[in-house]
């Protein structure tokens, strides 16, 4: 299939899109005997740009295969320091094509190309070589024991940290390429082999990054990609016995399938799901806030991230202030491709996707909402939506308790502390949270009170390689990021040992 051609992506992104696209399964990219296709378009003007192969229930288990070759053959017997060796050409290879990544990222997605380079792109080198730092510094411990029997024996133990076997992977399409990499560095590092299945929207970036893992040499078998839709190549590799461990980010209705399908075979998991996270703004916040609130925490990357702030929490004292000031600045935000420098929000996935965010505005007016931004007119080419804000909402409307992943915002009033921790706690989500007030000790005894696996004072949507990352409530079951995701690839043996 030809790609279209975009005068702003390079003649090597061109090339690429070009080309045939196939899974890649023990070490080579395979034209499989799939019956069946599916194509990925720009978002930013609906066109295809590419189409590859819906991977079934036989290509998955030829992955499953090669991953479990790779575990107990030659990856088993590379040296730590080796591995971090290999996570490292893997960074500085990433860091050679990061232009050509960040165009795919952005043509794909729909995302700033900007973005693709400066956060994902570069944030895919970060995780790859703080990961590589830990591939040579796992380790156990050694135990005091009480042990009575035979009487008088002596016994030594300790645990051994081994890696938890052939891992599966399903990525979500907001950030296709890190995403993946949050969970391929650690898996790599740990000793573990991966299968990983991107988002049907969004393979493009991850099939370019695996020419990559190709080029350093990482050994057959030990990364895979298959492609597909969720029902068909994301389900078979839920349900493969071959699979020790799953890692799955997307919403939360699909992640409670993921971890009944593990619990059924005690496959161990581990889930980054969806959110609806408050940011609660006190009346003594830093007043010039608006933009970096608007901008960072509530439309950056055009609201399709998991913590994005969807829920604007506002002292009563200062609301329509605060309110006027953040809908000025949402109503700035000016819209554009990806390719476009200076468009600070860009379109949304897909028509589909569209279609259930603006689903999701027209109930908001018909519950009662009055939109206070996003009323202007958006371009007719691509899948824009203008970011929004409503006021005037009840606390039992769609908009106040359920996910949209997009630009859309919903603002609150509340009294006190009290009433604003009530009110942010009032979800079966907890994934984030953000707290704006220039007052130490209510900065601190909120985000205690705050039932959420992050929580932000005065910034919002920012993210640290050594910080620990996961969701409570409905928003997830562990943690990915820092030394806290290593336990997500490590079992944890112990052996005994009677000396005397
Ligand atoms: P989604 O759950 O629809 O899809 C995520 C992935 O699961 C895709 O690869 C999809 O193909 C696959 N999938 C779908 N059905 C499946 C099935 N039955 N079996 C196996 N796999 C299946 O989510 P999405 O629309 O791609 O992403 C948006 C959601 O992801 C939002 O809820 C968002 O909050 C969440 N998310 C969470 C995080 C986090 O770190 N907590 C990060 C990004 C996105």
């Given amino acids: 299939m030809s790609a279209q051609p975009d005068s702003a992506v390079g003649n090597a992104t061109l090339a690429f899109l070009a080309e045939p696209h196939n899974a890649y399964i023990g070490g080579k990219f395979t034209a499989t005997s799939t019956a069946d296709y599916f194509t990925v378009e720009d978002p930013s003007n609906g066109r295809i740009i590419a189409q590859l192969p819906e991977c079934d229930a036989t290509i998955v288990d030829a992955a499953v295969t090669a991953a479990r070759r790779a575990l107990e053959g030659p990856w088993a017997r590379i040296r730590p320091a080796d591995r971090e060796k290999m996570l490292l ?21 729909g995302k700033s190309v900007t973005v693709a380079r400066n956060v994902e792109i570069a944030g895919c080198i970060d995780w790859l070589r703080y990961y590589a730092g830990w591939a040579t510094k796992i380790e156990g411990s050694t135990l005091a024991t009480s042990i009575p029997v035979p009487p008088g024996s002596r016994h030594f133990a300790m645990t051994v940290r081994e890696p938890v076997g052939v891992v599966g992977a399903i990525v979500p399409w907001n950030f296709p390429l890190l995403i993946a990499v949050w969970k391929l560095a650690p898996a ?3 000793g573990c082999t991966i299968i990983i299945k991107p988002a049907e929207e969004t393979p493009l970036s991850l099939l370019r990054f695996a020419r990559l893992v190709d080029e350093i040499g990482i050994p057959s078998g030990v990364v895979n990609i298959v492609t597909g839709r969720g029902g068909t190549t994301g389900s078979a590799l839920v349900n493969h016995p071959g699979i020790d ?30 959110g ?69 929000v860009q379109p949304l996935l897909s028509g589909r996707h569209r279609e259930r965010v603006t689903n999701f505005i027209d109930r908001a ?14 371009p007719d080419e691509g899948f824009y939506v203008a970011p929004t ?25 509340f009294d006190d502390a009290d009433e604003a921790i009530r009110l942010a706690n009032d979800t079966r989500y907890g994934l984030a949270a953000s707290v704006w007030t ?16 992050t929580v932000w004072i005065n910034t919002h949507n920012t993210l640290d390689v050594n910080v620990p990352f996961g969701g409570y409530k409905q928003s997830g079951i562990g943690k990915e990021h820092g030394r806290a995701a290593l336990d997500a690839y490590l079992e944890n043996k112990t052996i005994i040992m009677r000396y005397t």
């Fill in 438 to 453: 220039n007052d130490l000790s209510r900065a601190l005894s909120v985000s205690t009170a705050l039932k959420a696996g």
């Fill in 188 to 190: 790599l590092a740990c």
């Fill in 89 to 109: 050409d893997l960074a500085a290879a990433v860091e050679r094509d990061a232009d050509l990544l960040a165009e795919v990222v952005s043509l794909e997605s």
């Fill in 276 to 344: 609806k996270s408050p940011m609660i703004v006190f009346a003594d916040a830093d007043e010039n806030s608006a933009p970096l609130m608007a901008g960072l925490g509530m439309f950056f990357n055009s609201g399709q991230v998991c913590t994005s702030a969807s829920r604007l929490l506002i002292e009563r004292s200062v609301f329509e202030r605060t309110l006027g000031s953040i809908a000025a600045v949402t109503d700035a935000l000016t819209l554009g491709s990806g390719r476009e420098a200076s468009a600070q």
């Fill in 245 to 274: 461990k799953l890692t799955f980010t997307g919403s939360t209705e699909v992640g409670k399938l993921v971890g009944h399908a593990a619990v059924d075979r005690m496959a161990r998991f581990t889930l980054e799901l969806g």
């Fill in 389 to 413: 804000i409503f006021r005037g909402l009840a606390p039992e409307a769609e908009l106040v308790r359920e996910e949209v992943f997009g630009p859309v915002v919903v603002a609150i009033p």
């Fill in 365 to 378: 007016v018909r519950d009662g909402g009055v939109r206070v931004a996003g009323t202007r007119p958006v």
